[in-house]
């Protein structure tokens, strides 16, 4: 238990970015294949449309875990600090506030999205069949959207007390579950989308249930407390800030997918397909460096709670190396071989041929476009989440919206790559502002330093 906190601040910054983020890595990429699972039953056992209609839950999806990261994110860097501090109470406080908080607005937003579904769905001008297969879905996956975030917020809780290898295995768990039960609701008793979504719910009730028995066990520090199922405004505002880059990011994420699929679907169906399939590709290179990323933003909350400046820098340098060359690998065989990529989901020649030019253009970037998400992920538990959050929205509101619409009509080929180009230009910014992030980093620790002297001088 309190051996894995010694374990954070002590451990070699390689060896322990390695241990919390090879798992890290395996879950994401867990998650994408569970993503994909609902997708691969529909395209065999419903109908191609239900495919497309994917692509239309995807910024719905983007907005859940959004919602679900402007409180996990948070409190896993406010409970890393604490831990670093060796602060138990504290961090119990910050966990118990928000599984509240989470699951209190996952029922409302939920609710609000099951009523007016119908017309959220008819921003993104579907053809008829796509319409009603993605309102089925997506009616199943708004009323039970609470039993969606819990499992985020328990797993971030044990994620951050470096438990992965229960993670791993309760992941491997949800997943085989949404397979068997895909196959048994839409091969067996054919219930179409409606029978996708039912089976995705109760594979995450089952991770849900098997967290909650792991959490209560003497495995963990930080336990579920109903008495502390509380929230004070002190909890708004340590969490909240820490959390709303990421939040401000997915939530933009989401707007901008749905902006893009409306403009991409102006091109045809095939066009949206190789949308679809680019995104799956490429999320491989977004799990893969988000579970570095992540594991690097916990070891990095637990050096700035224990005053470890030498420590935190560290893992900011060693954390973007990695990252550059994990990404770097993974996009090879995409930049060399994409059409023998893209025929792992269709045989469509067209689909591609037009899958073809995205996919170098992605592949070329992904590397510096992660890499430079580092900096931005390492200002979050030093009190430059507000500058991290700018960035996130400049990329996407100021940069992303008018380049689609800039780029829409010279065809396909261009209005896709209006969102790499919004992240390059974000990357470039990000590294202009690299010295100013060093330097206020070494105020923020310098201030808790003299803050530490004059409290022990008081007492």
């Known amino acids: 238990m309190k051996e894995n906190i010694n374990q954070m601040l002590e451990e070699k910054p390689l060896k322990m970015l390695f241990k919390l983020g090879i798992p890290a890595i395996l879950m994401a990429l867990f998650n994408e294949i569970n993503g994909a699972i609902d997708t691969m039953f529909m395209g065999q056992f419903v109908a191609s449309e239900a495919v497309s209609a994917m692509s239309v839950a995807v910024p719905f999806l983007l907005i859940i875990a959004a919602i679900s990261f402007l409180f996990t994110e948070g409190a896993g ?23 509240v908080i989470s699951i209190s607005s996952s029922v409302v937003i939920g609710v609000i999205s099951f009523l007016f ?72 008793l054919k219930m179409g989308v409606i029978g996708a979504g039912i089976a995705t719910i109760i594979s995450f009730i089952i991770q849900s249930i098997l967290m909650i028995k792991f959490n209560l066990s003497n495995e963990m520090i930080v336990k579920i407390n109903s008495k502390e199922f509380k929230l004070t405004k002190n909890y708004f505002k340590e969490v909240i800030p820490l959390g709303m880059a990421t939040f401000v990011t997915m939530m933009l994420l989401a707007l901008t997918f749905g902006l893009e699929s409306r403009v991409i679907a102006s091109f045809g169906d095939k ?102 998400n580092i900096v931005l992920y390492a200002m979050q538990p030093v009190g430059l989440e507000k500058s991290a959050t700018i960035i996130f929205a400049l990329q996407q509101l100021i940069f992303f919206a ?3 619409y800039i780029l829409k009509p010279f065809g396909f080929n261009y209005a896709i790559l209006a969102q790499p180009t919004a992240e390059v230009i974000g990357g470039i910014i990000t590294l202009f502002i690299i010295p100013i992030f060093i330097k206020n980093v070494k105020k923020t620790f310098r201030d808790s330093e003299i803050s530490e002297i004059t409290n022990s001088r008081v007492s």
């Open 77 to 99: 860097i406010a409970i890393s600090r604490y831990l670093g501090a060796k602060n138990i109470d504290a961090a119990s406080r910050i966990f118990n506030g928000t599984i």
């Open 117 to 188: 579904m119908k017309n959220i769905l008819y921003l993104f001008n579907l053809d008829i069949i796509t319409y009603g297969y993605a309102l089925q879905y997506l009616k199943v996956i708004a009323i039970a959207m609470p039993i969606i975030v819990l499992p985020m917020v328990l797993g971030k809780m044990i994620y951050t007390e470096g438990h992965t290898k229960f993670l791993i295995k309760v992941t491997v768990i949800q997943i085989l579950s949404n397979i068997i039960l895909n196959y048994f609701t839409l091969a067996i």
């Open 271 to 372: 066009a949206l397909a190789v949308q679809t399939i680019t995104g799956n590709i490429f999320s491989i290179t977004s799990s893969i460096t988000s579970g570095i990323m992540s594991s690097a933003l916990v070891l990095m909350s637990y050096a700035v709670g224990a005053k470890n400046e030498k420590r935190f820098f560290n893992l900011v340098k060693i954390s973007a190396a990695v990252v550059f060359i994990l990404s770097l690998i993974v996009n090879i065989p995409v930049f060399l071989y994409p059409r023998s990529i893209a025929m792992i989901f269709t045989d469509n020649h067209e689909l591609i041929q037009l899958f073809v030019y995205p996919a170098t253009i992605y592949s070329l970037v992904s590397p510096f476009i992660f890499t430079t």
């Open 402 to 404: 008018p380049l689609l």
